[in-house]
């Protein structure tokens, strides 16, 4: 009974991590947009400030580019976490069903066709543990994606650095320049934090 | 669970209820089973939490591989919660079940079972030699509700109908049909939904041969007291919850 328990109750985790992973890339998805936005918003800055930020006008490509990806890659993601979360619907059905035929076996000890009760239980396994390979490999490919994400993220933080040093240079523009810079800073910060969290909760399946 | 063989003869009948083990607050059941040489229905074969239970009693009848037929009544819960296990069990089996509810009981999970839709006018289902119809019996109380009828065997099984709500451990059989009254009464009066559904499914139920009546809950009737239940559901009037 206690390997029961503990089964359900993985299953029950897996439910919350996939849940949970599908909730933190809406919210990262909502900041790449916001990042998108913040690039629109600079390359009109940078073009009104003509030749005092012209080192800042490549730059908001980059941003822009980088945003635009970064949704791309969510996008996909979130077709995953779907697949993830169907499979764990059937690992949940496949581990209950095969839970109940163990116990069909024992209760129906001495029974004239308890015998004829191997084939289904064995086969009840077979399913669960097919289920539970493929969540792992399903896992291994989203915490690549997810690595993906956080590249993304990494690169944002070092376009930050450099808007803000080509901003300095902006004269009047440098406070509007620095608050693009700033909002690709913090953009990217909760992109990472995010991510992290969703690479934390994946992390225990990959070889549990 | 217990288990009461109610016919024997070419095939045999068998009643699996009152099962010790069932946890108090779920309603308790009766499962039915029809076994001929080479395959066995299950009717009404309960739900999840009694799937166990209930299969490990049918090992005594039939091999897994001879459960070839399932046939739900309606789409309640206790009828057939079960299926997206027996489903997972059974490797060549139909359920037989309401056209009516086929997208709703899908979501008990129902894939490697064949559904075959029950018209809303009946059918048959047909066990090696044994043929056994199946009797409309909308509103009573499901709006999609079939019961199944054995004329070999002069066996009704009403699903909900002469249902009662007991104490654990009653007789298999009413032994005492004016105290058994007040146990069905409020079950009758207050699931049930149509007086004109109720007439009817009696009016076409009279013209059966019926030994005896096997509802899902409760005690089954034989003899006399199967005219006595249906003389006492026409006078009784139900859908009282308006």
Redesign the interface.
């Known amino acids: 009974m206690g390997d029961i328990k503990s089964m359900n109750n993985q299953t029950k985790s897996q439910f919350v991590a996939v849940a949970s992973i599908t909730s933190e890339l809406s919210a990262v998805m909502v900041v790449a947009k916001e990042i998108s936005l913040a690039a629109a918003n600079a390359k009109a800055i940078a073009f009104r400030a003509g030749d005092k930020a012209k080192g800042f006008q490549p730059i908001t490509d980059f941003i822009n580019e980088l945003a635009k990806e970064t949704i791309e890659l969510v996008t996909n993601i979130n077709v995953y976490a779907l697949l993830l979360y169907r499979l764990t619907v059937d690992e949940y059905?496949?581990t209950?069903?095969y839970n109940?035929?163990e116990?069909?076996a024992k209760?129906?000890e001495g029974?004239?066709?308890?015998?004829?009760?191997k084939?289904?239980v064995e086969?009840?396994k077979n399913?669960m543990l097919d289920c539970q390979r493929q969540f792992k490999r399903d896992v291994a490919m989203l915490l690549g994606q997810l690595e993906a994400v956080m590249h993304h993220a990494r690169a944002a933080r070092v376009i930050a650095a450099n808007s803000r040093i080509e901003a300095s240079q902006a004269g009047e523009y440098l406070q509007s320049l620095q608050a693009v810079a700033e909002s690709v800073d913090n953009a990217a910060h909760t992109i990472h934090d995010n991510v992290q969290r969703c690479r934390i909760a994946l992390s225990i399946y990959r070889n549990s | 669970m217990k288990m009461t063989k109610i016919y024997e003869g070419s095939h045999q009948w068998i009643m699996f209820g009152r099962d010790d083990n069932k946890p108090d607050n779920i309603i308790d059941s009766n499962q039915y089973a029809v076994r001929t040489s080479n395959r066995c229905l299950l009717m009404d074969p309960g739900g999840?939490e009694l799937?166990?239970?209930m299969?490990?009693?049918v090992?005594?009848?039939?091999?897994?591989?001879q459960i070839t037929d399932l046939f739900a009544s309606h789409q309640d819960p206790d009828v057939i919660s079960s299926l997206?296990?027996w489903d997972?069990?059974?490797?060549n089996a139909k359920l037989h079940a309401p056209a009516l509810w086929e997208g709703f009981l899908r979501h008990y999970?129902c894939e490697s079972i064949e559904y075959v839709p029950i018209p809303d006018n009946g059918g048959t289902i047909k066990l090696d030699s044994v043929e056994l119809q199946l009797i409309p019996a909308h509103y009573l109380h499901s709006s999609g509700n079939f019961h199944v009828y054995d004329a070999k065997a002069k066996i009704l099984m009403s699903g909900d109908v002469g249902a009662a709500l007991e104490a654990p451990g009653a007789p298999v059989f009413v032994e005492n049909f004016d105290l058994h009254v007040e146990k069905m009464r409020y079950f009758h009066q207050r699931w049930m939904p149509s007086n004109q559904a109720k007439r009817a499914w009696i009016e076409r139920v009279r013209n059966l041969d019926i030994d005896i009546l096997a509802p899902q809950h409760g005690r089954m009737f034989k003899g006399d007291d199967v005219k006595r239940f249906l003389d006492w559901f026409d006078g009784l009037q139900v859908g009282i919850g308006v």
């Open positions: 059905r496949r209950a069903a109940k035929f116990l069909v209760t129906a029974a004239m066709y308890v015998e004829s009760m084939a289904p086969a009840a399913r | 999840s799937f166990s239970a299969m490990a009693a090992l005594h009848h039939a091999p897994v591989e997206g296990l997972q069990a059974l490797s999970g």
